[in-house]
């Protein structure tokens, strides 16, 4: 059985006024991420480690910001496209870790609906997926509530 892991990173800008989208459900809060599409961050990262995981590059190489078709688009269609991708490249998905850097709002009454919605959107396991959330303790940008960051984790065993 061939196995193989990848880490994903992103980090984007909070404003006041803006949607805040985080794991495919919006969260209340005053400010929101600025991104050329929804800016969902945890969504991202687990994009990119996927990608890196199967080889694939990033999130940046397949759904460009200076492409207009992802302009505003839900980073659920981009993960669905993303579990695609490794799939025609005969991987599964065989775990996801995952953690949110921010200060406000707290995500983790929001985890298990987070979770579920990954998990459709994945068709995966709920058990298969981990969401942590943390702060800086209002250390540096994500501290000052200037932006948010994720980073995820993910194992894909070769079909």
């Known amino acids: 059985m061939k196995i193989r892991t990848g880490f994903g990173y992103d980090v984007h800008k909070l404003e006041t006024g803006k949607d805040f989208w985080m794991g495919g459900i919006k969260l209340e ?4 991420a600025v991104g050329h599409s929804d800016a969902d961050v945890l969504i991202h990262a687990i994009c990119d480690a996927l990608l890196g ?20 688009i839900d980073s659920k269609i ?3 496209d993303v579990v695609k991708l490794i799939r025609k490249k005969g991987y599964a998905i065989g775990n996801i870790d ?9 995500v983790n009454p929001h985890i298990p609906a987070m979770c579920k919605i990954l998990s ?15 702060t800086s303790e209002k250390l540096g940008f994500v501290g000052r509530e200037d932006g948010v960051a994720a980073y995820a984790s993910v194992l894909i065993v070769k079909e």
């Open 98 to 106: 995952s953690t949110i850097a921010l200060e406000a709002p707290k």
């Open 53 to 72: 995981a199967a080889n694939l590059r990033d999130i940046g190489f397949h759904f460009s910001d200076q492409d207009a078709a992802y302009k505003g």
């Open 29 to 32: 809060h005053s400010k929101g």
């Open 78 to 80: 981009l993960l669905k």
């Open 120 to 134: 459709e959107v994945m068709k995966i396991d709920l058990d298969d997926i981990s969401i942590k959330a943390t």
